[in-house]
């Protein structure tokens, strides 16, 4: 009886020493304006859009982002106009993100995966990439980014995580990435 109580009370102790702690993600659903397309984000979002050229194609970029203890989050999207080159436009893309990002290319194997969740258009651009890269003041970051692609209605509308933190915590971007639904 002696040990069981000991061990609960060193149960207990655990439990209450973590819950005081003040966890730095605060997990929340968001959703696209205009869209079906929904997330869940680590922490409360700032919010922007504008219009962006992606691979030659005007795009409605719309970013939602925020700070999670040291990790920098953020979920991109953009409807695609009706006959666009989806493929064309996500590769664009993503050479856009890891040139941004100063990513070595070309990625070494296992840096590049297919990356499709349930509902998602199966494009071989659908991609989730984790490279080495620098920061824009030339510090070490590293990224945990994916894209991917779903129909809405005659268009396709592209979409965009990423995650840059000097070590990522696997957790975060895997619910984040998980979390994505069209």
Known sequence: MRIYSSALVASLFGALTLSACSPAQNWRDVAFEGSALKVQLP???DRTARSVPLGGVPVELQVMGCES???MVAVMSAALPAGSDASAVMTAWQKATLDNARVTQPLAAGQ???WHRPGQL???TSLRVQAPGLRANGEPVNMDAVWGAVAEGERVRLLHAVVYDRKIAV???TTLFESIQP
């Open 69 to 71: 203890g040291s990790a």
């Open 122 to 124: 199966p494009l071989t």
């Open 171 to 173: 957790e975060l971007s």
């Open 112 to 114: 590049q995966l297919a």
């Open 43 to 45: 922490c409360k979002p």
